[in-house]
């Protein structure tokens, strides 16, 4: 885990009732002082917060995995020709 991924844990106090508490992985403990008080606070256990993105951002993220593998060259065909650039035109353009 990186410097940004520290979760947040959730505690309930008897008095003040629950907050939060972004904490390591190692000091996630059973027990944590309350901002409010200081008494000490239980951990509650909940659902982990997992954010619904956009279809844009899925596809985005999908390309970027996908990009990480190199992609496979082929070899042309006997006979078939390879493209070739376009006569006076831009150098990068392919020509058909």
Do not use: I
């Given at each position: 885990?990186?410097?940004?991924?520290?979760?947040?844990?959730?505690?309930?106090?008897?008095?003040?009732?629950?907050?939060?508490?972004?904490?390591g992985?190692?000091?996630?403990?059973?027990?944590?002082?309350?901002?409010?008080?200081?008494?000490?606070?239980?951990?509650?256990?909940?659902?982990?917060n997992?954010?619904?993105?956009?279809?844009?951002?899925?596809?985005?993220?999908?390309?970027?995995?996908?990009?990480v593998?190199?992609?496979?060259a082929?070899?042309?065909?006997?006979?078939?020709?390879?493209?070739?650039?376009?006569?006076g035109g831009r150098?990068?353009?392919?020509?058909?």
């Amino acid at each position: 885990m990186g410097a940004t991924d520290v979760p947040y844990y959730e505690f309930s106090c008897e008095t003040c009732g629950p907050f939060e508490r972004l904490l390591g992985l190692g000091e996630a403990g059973e027990s944590a002082s309350c901002p409010g008080c200081s008494s000490p606070a239980r951990r509650t256990y909940s659902m982990p917060n997992v954010a619904s993105v956009s279809r844009d951002t899925k596809k985005a993220r999908l390309l970027n995995e996908k990009g990480v593998e190199p992609a496979l060259a082929k070899k042309p065909e006997p006979g078939v020709s390879s493209p070739r650039l376009v006569q006076g035109g831009r150098p990068w353009q392919v020509g058909h």
